[in-house]
């Protein structure tokens, strides 16, 4: 089993940046692959980024050059992989959610963002 938690939520303004951050509770390197998704508030949740154990990334085309997905594969390194968000706009409001691929899917409970115009 693992648990995710997100944090790094909150409050910004368009145009700013916020780093969010999925804890997992097992050693992340043989975790094949790590993604965020955002849930806009009453819509579904969609794929924003996608890293794998290889360190390759994918990006929803909305958030390419703006948006990096990070995670340290060193067995010593924290459990955690990150979503740095540059130049954030107001339709990148919603719930940003950890999802890990390891056996089955696994997902954190969200980390909240708002982007204010």
């Known amino acids: 089993q693992v648990q995710l938690v997100e944090s790094g939520g909150g409050f910004v303004q368009a145009g700013g940046s916020l780093r969010l951050s999925c804890d997992a509770s097992r050693n992340i390197f043989s975790i094949n692959r790590m993604a965020w998704y955002r849930q806009p508030p009453g819509k579904q949740r969609e794929l924003v980024a996608v890293?794998?154990?290889?360190?390759?990334?994918?990006?929803?085309d909305t958030v390419k050059g703006r948006f990096t997905i990070s995670r340290d594969n060193a067995k010593s390194a924290k459990n955690t992989v990150y979503h740095q968000m540059n130049s954030v706009k107001p339709e990148e409001t919603g719930d940003y959610h950890c999802?890990?691929?390891?056996?089955?899917?696994?997902w954190g409970q969200g980390t909240q963002v708002i982007v204010s115009s």
């Open positions: 890293i794998l154990s290889d360190l390759s990334t994918t990006y929803a």
């Open positions: 999802d890990v691929y390891f056996q089955q899917d696994y």
